[in-house]
């Protein structure tokens, strides 16, 4: 190495340009890759692939939606299996399976507003649900006319369920109502976060499949007050 100061800041500078090689030549592997994996994609949002970027109407690209993932998803079967085989690992290593939990007639029960007859409303039904009160179980739902009530116990039954299982609401209502719902259930966001299916995510009309549940084929339990819930869908 030359001693001069100058001498010195142009070795470092060719020291910076070999330094820059293995990053260029990372990019361009990235790329290699890239065009390696796409096709068939990965998946798309937003209408692009999230690989490729490619945009979805110029490609035949069927895909699985995960829209309550994320607005616009859709994943490949192929990445759908290797999103599953990783939740799965993640559940083994928190010694957790995935809980479906359905909404009507299971956690909670709701009724049309319109329904409730004037001997109901005299008991101060609509009363009790306006209470400001956090501990209160019965509810009207804003905009959409309905009341609403808790199991009781519910959510002393979430919070013990989720140190066993990854916690999933899966209704066929709609996705509106079942956004409400979970904000009842779980006011803090803990539990469900955006792991709330409703009727426009399912792949087949009028069934719970569980090929939008990641990790579910094998690891799932149901509670649910239909039988046909949860059937698994074959994949194509
Ligand atoms: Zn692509």
Redesign the pocket.
């Known amino acids: 190495m030359c001693s001069h100061k100058r001498c010195r800041v142009e070795e470092q500078h060719q020291d910076q340009g070999t330094a820059t090689r293995p990053e260029e030549d990372a990019i361009g592997s990235v790329k290699d890759a ?1 065009i390696k ?3 068939p ?2 998946g798309f949002i937003g209408g692009l ?6 945009n979805q109407d110029e ?1 035949d690209f069927t895909g699985v939606p995960f829209g309550y993932i994320s607005e616009g998803l859709r994943l490949s079967t192929l990445e759908m299996d290797r999103l599953s085989g990783s939740e799965v690992k993640n559940l083994l290593r928190e010694r957790k399976l995935v809980l479906i939990l359905d909404l009507d007639h299971t956690l909670i029960n709701s009724t049309s507003l319109h329904d409730i007859s004037a001997a109901e409303m005299d008991l101060g039904i609509q009363y009790a649900a306006s209470k400001n009160d956090p501990n209160i179980s019965l509810f009207t739902l804003q905009g959409m006319h309905m009341l609403t009530k808790l199991r009781p116990f519910v959510r002393k039954f979430l919070e013990e369920a989720s140190n066993m299982f990854r916690m999933y609401i899966y209704t066929m209502g709609d996705k509106a109502y079942a956004i409400e719902i979970a904000k009842l259930l779980d006011p803090g966001n803990v539990y469900f976060d955006s792991k709330v299916i409703s009727n426009s995510d399912c792949t087949q009309q009028h069934q719970k499949g569980l090929d939008v549940v990641l990790g579910a084929d094998s690891l799932a339990v149901i509670l649910d007050d239909t039988k046909k819930s949860g059937r698994s869908i074959k994949k194509t």
């Open positions: 890239q994996t796409c096709p994609h990965t692939c999230f690989t490729c970027g490619k490609e």
